[in-house]
T-cell receptor
Framework: KAGVTQTPRYLIKTRGQQVTLSCSPISGHRSVSWYQQTPGQGLQFLFEYFSETQRNKGNFPGRFSGRQFSNSRSEMNVSTLELGDSALYLC??????????????FGPGTRLLVL | AQTVTQSQPEMSVQEAETVTLSCTYDTSESDYYLFWYKQPPSRQMILVIRQEAYKQQNATENRFSVNFQKAAKSFSLKISDSQLGDAAMYFCAYRSGGSNYKLTFGKGTLLTVNP
């Protein structure tokens, strides 16, 4: 089974621009979560989508948004980019079957550099 | 809110020896899961081991085992017979039970394995 894929892998943008990142979960997985990883703040939860609905949201400004499509693929968008948005953005998927063996599997990440 | 603390920013171990990484967490919940994830340099984050809070038995996965002390809210990872490929950043993570898929991560411990 193919793992979680994220595109693009690397991205350079300038302040004020917007960016869209994409995540394709493992086949059959219905939940997609997004995390921001920076050296200073570590790994921080952005949001989680399940069945095209945002189910959980972290403490990030409204410039960060996302969506999920009917095939479970997810996108996140950051508008009006700031220098501090430079980070590795990780996507994780899980079956979300509610079982005790639930585990999240991570993609390779998209490294965003804002100049 | 739940917090996860990893008090060792860096650790080193000789090849073939044993090392223990520490993690403590704070929560008022009774239903939760704990995880150790490994992130090798410039590579994907992968799950090392998981522990359900309701299980008293410590989880083991080959050379990896945990010491789960629920009352003390401690969740340490022991790596036996360390290998060069074990060198990575290790993150301890907490997830609430139920349909909340948010992971709360510690700051990580960078493990170096010396030949």
């Amino acid at each position: 089974k193919a793992g979680v894929t994220q595109t693009p892998r690397y991205l350079i943008k300038t302040r004020g621009q917007q960016v869209t990142l994409s995540c394709s979960p493992i086949s059959g997985h219905r939940s997609v979560s997004w995390y921001q990883q920076t050296p200073g703040q570590g790994l921080q939860f952005l949001f989680e989508y399940f069945s095209e609905t945002q189910r959980n949201k972290g403490n990030f400004p409204g410039r960060f948004s996302g969506r999920q499509f009917s095939n479970s693929r997810s996108e996140m968008n950051v508008s009006t980019l700031e220098l501090g948005d430079s980070a590795l953005y990780l996507c994780a998927s899980s079956q979300a079957s509610g079982g005790a063996e639930e585990t999240q599997y991570f993609g390779p990440g998209t490294r965003l550099l804002v100049l | 809110a739940q917090t996860v603390t990893q008090s060792q920013p860096e650790m080193s171990v000789q090849e073939a020896e044993t090392v223990t990484l520490s993690c403590t967490y704070d929560t008022s919940e009774s239903d939760y899961y704990l995880f150790w994830y490994k992130q090798p340099p410039s590579r994907q984050m992968i799950l090392v081991i998981r522990q359900e809070a309701y299980k008293q038995q410590n989880a083991t996965e080959n050379r990896f085992s945990v010491n789960f002390q629920k009352a003390a809210k401690s969740f340490s990872l022991k790596i036996s017979d360390s290998q060069l490929g074990d060198a990575a950043m290790y993150f301890c993570a907490y997830r609430s039970g139920g349909s909340n898929y948010k992971l709360t991560f510690g700051k990580g411990t960078l493990l170096t394995v010396n030949p």
